[in-house]
């Protein structure tokens, strides 16, 4: 070990829900490089994404976030918890269920904080359930008496490069034809939020309590293909699906998402989100990385 990786070493355990995911799995990426011990959550240990994990140095454990038990067993002498949920896979009633049992889970197992991987705007009633359910999620936790930071992120600039998010039909056909072209809009890396948690697992005193909206940058979608041409000289491929067709496979809270945003402004504050994390990346930078 180098003198730096001993200094940074730390005892304590961090466990991260989605861990095979790109929310979690960037959360354990950063904790793992900050020298935290770090278990990561899956329902499938034999996975690809697990034992890559597994190979990186994390302790993969199987349980499921609709089980509560699994989850304490998951959380047994954890210092903190990561916790991210997926209404799009889970539903809207099952995220915030599921939210619920890693809040109960962590505070029976004493867990000294929970870091949340929230979403949205952060005000009550916008009719979207994966941002209302969060908030649920979250006040939930408060109320358990749980040390809590709140991460919410807008639009993962993943939208646009990442296949099991459908780029061709999503952020480059669909979303632009209901947000509008012209609307600017707060992106965020992946990888940026999980520097941002791991930040908060070793600063609690810093983060405890904090409601944190996330934007590295502030772009339109006709701005960010702009970006994509730049770096790489052509179009980001369409695919127009038709909407119908599109909510038969991921059904109405997504564009009722971006029907919000078509007519609501969110305050963006990049200045925040450079203070905590002066290396995030804007649109362009992401773009370069991945695809130059
Ligand atoms: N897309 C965006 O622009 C954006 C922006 C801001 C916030 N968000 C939010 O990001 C969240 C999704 O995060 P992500 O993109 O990281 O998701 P993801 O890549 O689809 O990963 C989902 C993770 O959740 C785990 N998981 C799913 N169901 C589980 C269960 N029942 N028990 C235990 N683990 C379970 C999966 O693990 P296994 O399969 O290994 O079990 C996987 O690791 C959503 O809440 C969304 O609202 C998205």
Redesign the pocket.
């Known amino acids: 070990m180098e003198i730096e990786e001993v200094l940074m070493a730390r005892d304590e355990l961090i466990v991260v829900?989605?861990?095979?995911?790109?929310?979690?799995?960037a959360v354990a990426r950063h904790l793992l490089a900050d020298g935290w011990r770090v278990r990561g959550?899956?329902?499938?240990a034999g996975?690809a994404?697990?034992r890559e994990l597994a190979r990186r140095g994390v302790e993969v454990v199987t349980?499921?976030?609709?089980d509560l038990a699994s989850l304490g067993r998951a959380f047994a002498g954890a210092y903190g918890v990561y916790s991210?949920?997926?209404?799009?896979?889970?539903t809207s009633e099952?995220?915030v269920a599921?939210g619920r049992n890693v809040a109960t889970a962590a505070a029976e197992a004493g867990v000294s904080h929970l870091v949340h991987?929230?979403?949205?705007p952060g005000t009550p009633g916008t009719g979207v359930a994966?941002?209302d359910g969060?908030l649920e999620v979250a006040a939930y936790a408060r109320s358990r008496g749980l040390s809590l930071t709140v991460l919410r992120?807008?639009?993962?600039m993943?939208?646009m490069t990442d296949k099991?998010?459908y780029p061709p039909v999503a952020a480059w056909h669909l979303m632009p034809r209901i947000v509008g072209e012209d609307r600017p809009l707060p992106w965020?890396c992946?990888d940026d939020l999980g520097a941002i948690a791991a930040q908060a697992f070793a600063d609690p005193a810093t983060y405890a309590g904090l409601d944190i909206g996330l934007a590295a940058d502030v772009r339109t979608i006709a701005q960010c293909r702009a970006d994509w041409r730049a770096v790489t000289g052509r179009s980001p491929r369409r695919f127009p699906m038709p909407l119908w067709l599109f909510e038969r496979f991921v059904g109405q809270d997504l564009t009722r998402m971006w029907r919000w945003l078509a007519t609501h402004d969110i305050p963006a504050d990049v200045d925040r989100t450079r203070s905590l994390l002066p290396t995030a990346v804007t649109v362009e930078e992401f773009l370069r990385r991945r695809l130059a």
């Open positions: 829900t989605g861990a095979t995911g790109r929310q979690g799995g959550v899956t329902r499938s996975s994404a697990a349980a499921d976030m609709g991210v949920q997926n209404a799009m896979t889970a099952g995220e599921q991987g929230s979403a949205g994966a941002w969060k992120p807008t639009a993962f993943e939208l099991d998010l965020l992946a």
